[in-house]
């Protein structure tokens, strides 16, 4: 059974970085797809950004373009999120997690199998 654990939240300044981990145990040979959402209270879970198993693609949402990058390490036993220039709207916790290969868009939460608890990002002066 995979388990996800994610860290590296926090608090931070506009304009301020944070590098967000997430640790993947068990089987991973069928994971297709590693992405980052984030959730902010009231507000529905959003994808951030996401990369495939090969690590050819990756994709990211229109509001972190550009300022957020996602890779993996370990051999894909970690996925990491680098995020820069951040910005108040950026607030909200953290997730990651893995899916299968399927037809969905990746931005779909439901076409994931495997969730993390989440680590809490506030961005505030």
């Known amino acids: 059974q995979v388990q996800l654990m994610e860290s590296g939240g926090g608090s931070v300044q506009p304009g301020g970085s944070l590098k967000l981990s997430c640790v993947i145990s068990?089987?991973?040979?069928?994971?297709?797809?590693f992405t980052w959402f984030r959730q902010a209270p009231g507000e529905e879970r959003e994808a951030v950004a996401g990369?495939?198993?090969?690590?050819?693609?990756?994709r990211y949402s229109d509001p972190v373009r550009g300022r957020f990058t996602i890779s993996q390490e370990n051999s894909k036993r970690a996925l990491i999120l680098q995020m820069n220039d951040l910005k108040p709207e950026d607030t909200a916790m953290y997730y990651c997690?893995?899916?299968?290969?399927?037809?969905?868009?990746?931005?779909?939460?439901?076409?994931?199998?495997?969730w993390g608890h989440g680590t809490q990002v506030t961005v505030s002066s």
């Open positions: 997690a893995t899916g299968p290969r399927l037809g969905s868009p990746w931005t779909m939460p439901i076409r994931y199998n495997n």
């Open positions: 068990g089987p991973i040979d069928q994971i297709y797809i």
């Open positions: 990369i495939w198993a090969d690590g050819t693609i990756s």
